[in-house]
């Protein structure tokens, strides 16, 4: 078992400096690099492949004997992984690293030009080398069932369609509920915000969320992310609107809530397969719960308003609850990283819609602008503008992160799953968020979720935590109580 360990450590070595090179290609690499930065991504993910697919491996997971919960773990996460990519020839696999790699590039360059055609030719190959994966690994029911498993394992395209229905009849009608409360005032919000002031005060929020300056960074990027490049080396980005505060400000709090998570994973974890989350979807509920739970409540402006106004001053004359509805207004908007709490999952379906027929060949790459700007118009009730603000609009397809998308929406539900029974166990968790104490908020957290890396499947986890297994009502009952203040219903 130690063989084992070793050798997943030394692997993960590379791995490491694989993610700084990816990490590297959205934040400074010049344009030009492109080229050959694919080539060296290949090379090196074409001799982890090599290796981690090699007789030695399966020498090691044949004759490794777990005593221990997390060892067992190891040994069913690597097993797993060794049979799907000794599936995978090694020629398709490093022409996938190379076009992805190619890929962001023109993905970052026609999301520019605002036109979807600049980068159509790489996504038709991401896609055709997806399906080939999809092919040799196979499938029962759903092609797209291969997909979800690498990021949600165990879930069911079935699954999510049982799940999908109910929840947006909810988000539907409520929205027209909404629609009849009192509208808050979001011409407060509107004017310039110097992009030094906005970095300014994306580092006091940091701060302030007790994320560790000394193990992590926070950049720039067109779409922002975290990256774990290691232990103590976790860096995110942001993005600045010079119109816009909020974006900066919650694309901040949701990516240190990833960082949070990777930074609470135990070092003991780190370079072996249960050194990272639990699923894409747990991952997601931490996101989203220090963006949205902690971060949009009106306890937490209490605490940050004097440190924002200090960055803004026009703002000490707007009352603090106003800025509060305005900053949680709920509207039909064409971008998901924008979105709502209300509207968000909405955005996930139609992506996921929109993907599952795409694997499954019944539409293809060309119709993609068309079939998303109706589906927009069917969910949302508007039509955007031009491609940069409706197909281009994520990254994920350039990365060949199909089956992504629907982690976003289990994070919200997780996230509420899991806020229910915090307040359970902190019963006074408005009152901490309102003084600023978020290091119990935080600490409850890595006892119950981080300190678990990927030891669970993300099911037993949340079960673990809640006591039941993944149940929407939470986050129906979260929002329903939430907005109706926001809309005085």
């Known amino acids: ?15 490491s400096a694989l993610s700084l090179l990816h990490w590297d290609i959205e934040t400074y690499m010049p344009p030009n690099a492109v080229e050959k930065r694919a080539q060296i991504i290949g090379e090196i993910s074409g001799y982890v492949f090599e290796q981690f697919i090699s007789e030695k491996t399966q020498e090691l997971i044949e004759k490794a004997q777990p005593n221990d919960v997390e060892s067992q773990a190891i040994l069913r996460l690597v097993k797993k992984e060794y049979e799907r990519m000794k599936k995978i020839p090694k020629e398709l696999f490093v022409e996938l690293q190379i076009e992805t790699s190619k890929a962001q590039q023109a993905w970052q360059n026609a999301k520019k030009e605002k036109d979807f055609n600049l980068f159509k030719p790489n996504l038709k190959k991401v896609v055709e080398l997806e399906k080939k994966v999809i092919e040799v690994l196979g499938y029962e029911e759903n092609k797209y069932d291969t997909l979800l498993d690498q990021y949600e394992p165990g879930l069911k395209t079935k699954q999510l369609n049982e799940i999908i229905p109910p929840l947006r009849s909810f988000l539907v009608e409520f929205l027209e509920k909404l629609s009849k409360g009192k509208q ?3 011409e407060i919000l509107e004017g310039e915000y110097d992009e030094t002031l906005q970095k300014r005060f994306s580092e006091e929020l940091l ?5 560790d300056f000394n193990s992590a960074r926070l950049d720039v990027s067109a779409h922002p992310f975290t990256i774990s490049i290691s232990h103590n080396d976790v860096r995110i980005t942001t993005r600045f609107d010079r119109f816009d505060i909020k974006n900066s400000i919650f694309s901040t709090i949701h990516e240190c809530g990833h960082a949070l998570y990777e930074l609470g994973i135990p070092e003991e974890y780190r370079e072996l397969p249960i050194g ?43 009352d603090i609850k106003d800025f509060w509805r305005a900053i949680n207004k709920v509207e039909r908007s064409l971008i998901r990283t924008e979105a709502d709490e209300v509207t968000y999952n909405l955005h996930i379906m139609i992506r996921f819609e929109i993907e599952e027929a795409l694997i499954n060949d019944r539409i293809n790459v060309d119709e993609l602008p068309l079939i998303w700007n109706e589906k927009m118009k069917e969910y949302l009730g508007i039509s955007p503008k031009n491609d940069s603000e409706g197909v281009l609009q994520d990254v994920h397809w350039a990365h060949g992160s199909f089956g992504y998308f629907p982690s976003y929406m289990l994070g919200n539900l997780y996230a509420a799953q899991i806020f229910n029974q915090m307040k359970k166990d902190i019963p006074d968790f408005y009152q901490k968020v309102e003084n600023g104490e978020f290091k119990p908020i935080l600490n409850w957290l890595r006892e119950k979720i981080h300190s678990k890396g990927k030891v669970y499947q993300p099911m037993e986890l949340i079960k673990m935590v809640t006591g039941e297994t993944l149940n929407p009502q939470y986050f129906i009952d979260y929002v329903s109580e939430k907005y109706k203040e926001v809309y005085m219903l």
């Open 276 to 318: 990272d989350g639990a699923s894409m979807g747990i991952h997601e509920s931490q996101s989203r719960f220090w963006e949205n739970i902690v971060g949009r409540s009106f306890e937490f402006w209490k605490f940050m308003y004097p440190k924002f106004v200090k960055y803004f001053p026009r703002f000490e004359k707007i």
């Open 207 to 211: 701060k302030a969320l007790n994320y």
């Open 184 to 186: 808050p005032n979001t």
């Open 1 to 15: 078992m130690q063989e084992l360990k070793n050798h997943l450590k030394k692997l993960s070595k590379f791995e």
